[in-house]
């Protein structure tokens, strides 16, 4: 995400690291900063150089599934919105969707 005003670079860009789907389904953890789902962060340093998307407002970002993603706290001023998307197949082995949460439950972390 990115646009006119300089403080938008403070909103941390969504971000990917190519190449990281390759080897498959890499194994999340729990995280005690992520309480709302698992993460890489114990493999992070593993992972190798992140990119950011550069998007504008009204474009869209499509990736694959196994495509290690994500994107760290707006430290900025202004509002950062975005959709989430996913197609999955809920019989997956090891398909978690533990990271649904209802908007009560978003709006309790912004408070804690």
Excluded: C, Y
């Excluded at 789902?37 to 499509?62: M, N, W």
Aim: proline residues 7%; negative net charge; aromatic residues 4%.
């Amino acid at each position: 995400m990115d646009g006119p005003d300089p403080g938008v670079s403070r909103q941390r860009r969504p971000l990917r690291l190519p190449g990281s789907h390759a080897d498959g389904v890499i194994k999340h953890a729990d995280d005690p900063d992520h309480p709302w789902h698992e993460s890489l962060t114990h493999v992070a340093d593993q992972l190798g150089e992140r990119h950011d998307f550069i998007l504008k407002p009204g474009e869209a970002a499509v990736w694959d599934r196994l495509l290690v993603h994500g994107s760290g706290p707006n430290e900025s001023d202004d509002d950062r919105r975005g959709m989430v998307i996913v197609f999955a197949d809920g019989a997956v082995e090891g398909f978690n969707a533990r990271d649904v949460m209802t908007l009560e439950e978003i709006r309790s972390l912004a408070d804690a």
